[in-house]
């Protein structure tokens, strides 16, 4: 079942984080999803927006997912995202 992973990222550190992205993006290419959206400026109808770097990513499974979240690589980049920015949440949805 295809899973949806959705974060809100509070980013301080534009380039600090930019590292971050590029290279989740580059590990994200070894496995098969689907980046759905990132808005850094979305449009909130009702509700607080909750931080301002939002972003939707759909994986083939739960699985998939946890196999790249605790992958060697991803670990190695992770203190990117960390220093530069205050995660909000990384939420994980199943699809239907």
């Known amino acids: ?10 980013v301080a550190d534009s380039e600090t984080y930019k590292l971050y992205g590029d290279g989740a993006r580059e590990i994200l290419a070894g496995y098969n999803v689907e980046i759905v959206s990132g808005d850094g400026n979305p ?26 979240f605790k992958s060697e690589e991803y670990q190695k980049i992770l203190h990117y995202r960390r220093e530069s920015s205050d995660t909000k949440f990384i939420m994980l949805m199943k699809g239907h």
């Open 43 to 68: 449009v909130v109808y009702e509700g607080t927006q909750p931080a301002n770097h939002l972003s939707i990513v759909k994986f083939e499974s739960q699985a998939e997912f946890e196999r790249f």
């Open 1 to 10: 079942m295809a899973v949806y992973i959705v974060l809100a990222i509070e």
